[in-house]
């Protein structure tokens, strides 16, 4: 059984969907070197937020050790 035209009418559905946008606009105005520093910056953070949430779990079974 063969699937005829149906892979190419999801592939133009999906993108009149999409609008024909770019997948990731760079429209933020900074270098690269700038981008990075601040994803750099926002990682740092986010370990830092989850790390202070694991300290603050105080009790009860790991979450890995589901049967």
């Known amino acids: 059984m063969s699937r ?15 609008g024909n946008k770019p997948k990731q606009p760079r429209d933020d105005g900074l270098t690269p070197e700038q981008r990075r520093e601040r994803d750099g910056k926002a990682l740092q953070e986010k370990a830092a937020r989850k790390a202070a949430a694991v300290g603050n779990n105080t009790g009860g079974a790991k979450a890995g050790n589901k049967k």
């Open 4 to 18: 005829g035209n149906q892979r190419d009418r999801d592939r133009e559905r999906a993108q009149a969907r999409a």
